[in-house]
T-cell receptor, first 110, second 115 residues
Framework: DAKTTQPNSMESNEEEPVHLPCNHS???????IHWYRQLPSQGPEYVIH???SNVNNRMASLAIAEDRKSSTLILHRATLRDAAVYYC???????????FGTGTRLQVFP | ETGVTQTPRHLVMGMTNKKSLKCEQH?????MYWYKQSAKKPLELMFV???????ENNSVPSRFSPECPNSSHLFLHLHTLQPEDSALYLC??????????????FGPGTRLLVL
């Protein structure tokens, strides 16, 4: 399984943009890049996913490098509710398995 | 509200007890999963069910016994557990595809303490 590397923790102030990086240098051409987050005392929740092009949804944006060896999850205006552990996960097209790493713990300060 | 419910939310049991965790999804999905999240460790996939058939057992000890009577319900039967089995047990469901774009929906988890 292709691996991802994320910083252990990041900090942000409320209402500022947050860029959460993920390195996946061994990604294969058919791996989708998924992001999930886990709020305190909750199960993980889906945030966004993409293959090659940048993606936007109501929660976040996903910027994917041209060589696909890295990606960045962008929260445009962090809120206190965005404090969570963010997981970057690669999913091959022919499987449904989520392999979680340790993720990035995001702290948001008022 | 994620559409995936788990009961109980908290459970304390002795090593000789038998208990069951229940998961129910109201999303019309056809795949269900059990994960284990121990303190300071990543989530670990335990079991996968597709259309009620077990398709993945990630080398889980036999003291954990899953059951999937239909595509909406998933159980995890527990017996003679060890203290190191104390963890958050998460259930998830998805609409099975092989596209790599499948999204899993998680329940809130059952926090288990084995004494």
């Amino acid at each position: 399984d292709a691996k991802t590397t994320q910083p252990n923790s990041m900090e942000s102030n409320e209402e500022e943009p947050v860029h959460l990086p993920c390195n996946h240098s061994t990604i294969s051409g058919t791996d989708y890049i998924h992001w999930y987050r886990q709020l305190p005392s909750q199960g993980p929740e889906y945030v966004i996913h993409g293959l090659t092009s940048n993606v936007n949804n109501r929660m976040a944006s996903l910027a994917i490098a041209e060589d696909r060896k890295s990606s960045t999850l962008i929260l445009h205006r962090a809120t206190l509710r965005d404090a969570a552990v963010y997981y970057c996960i690669l999913i091959p097209y022919n499987t449904d398995k989520l392999i979680f790493g340790t993720g990035t713990r995001l702290q948001v300060f008022p | 509200e994620t559409g995936v419910t788990q009961t109980p939310r908290h459970l304390v049991m002795g090593m000789t007890n038998k208990k069951s965790l229940k998961c129910e999804q109201h999303l019309g999905h056809n795949a269900m999963y059990w994960y284990k999240q121990s303190a300071k460790k990543p989530l670990e996939l335990m079991f996968v069910y597709n259309f009620k058939e077990q398709t993945e057992n990630n080398s889980v000890p036999s003291r954990f016994s899953p059951e999937c009577p239909n595509s909406s319900h998933l159980f995890l039967h527990l017996h003679t557990l060890q203290p190191e089995d104390s963890a958050l047990y998460l259930c998830a469901s998805s609409l099975r595809s092989t596209s790599g774009q499948e999204t899993q929906y998680f329940g809130p988890g059952t926090r288990l303490l084995v004494l």
